[in-house]
């Protein structure tokens, strides 16, 4: 099946920037979406970005202008880059693929999650 491998990841001030990098591997017949989930303790899980292979996003309102995913050519990895970072980003974040095992069979797959802490 697909792994979805996360890297990026660390400890930054308010204010600054970190770039998170999600590779997908494995069999898979084709990725649909790719983006970000977040969550922090105590809190549900949340979505953070999307990208489609059609190449439009959504983000949440929270990041909304500060938080801006893209996807490389060959749709198999993609990126969070997250400026003007404030302590409320502080999460653990997913990376998430949706698409389909074979032709005929649609699956959804998690990274194990990467931690970002932003110190006020």
């Known amino acids: 099946q697909v792994h979805l491998a996360e890297s990026g990841g660390g400890l930054v001030h308010a204010g600054g920037s970190l770039s998170l990098s999600c590779s997908a591997s494995?069999?898979?017949?084709?990725?649909?979406?790719m983006g970000w989930y977040r969550q922090a303790p105590g809190k549900e899980r949340e979505l953070v970005a999307l990208?489609?292979?059609?190449?439009?996003?959504n983000y949440a309102d929270s990041v909304k202008g500060r938080f801006t995913i893209s996807r490389d050519n060959a749709m198999n990895t993609v990126y969070l880059q997250m400026n003007s970072l404030k302590p409320e980003d502080t999460a653990v974040y997913y990376c998430?693929?949706?698409?389909?095992?074979?032709?005929?069979?649609?699956?959804?797959?998690w990274g194990q999650g990467t931690q970002v802490t932003v110190s006020s």
């Open positions: 494995g069999v898979f017949f084709s990725i649909n979406g």
């Open positions: 990208a489609t292979s059609g190449g439009s996003t």
């Open positions: 998430y693929a949706v698409g389909y095992i074979d032709y005929r069979t649609p699956g959804d797959y």
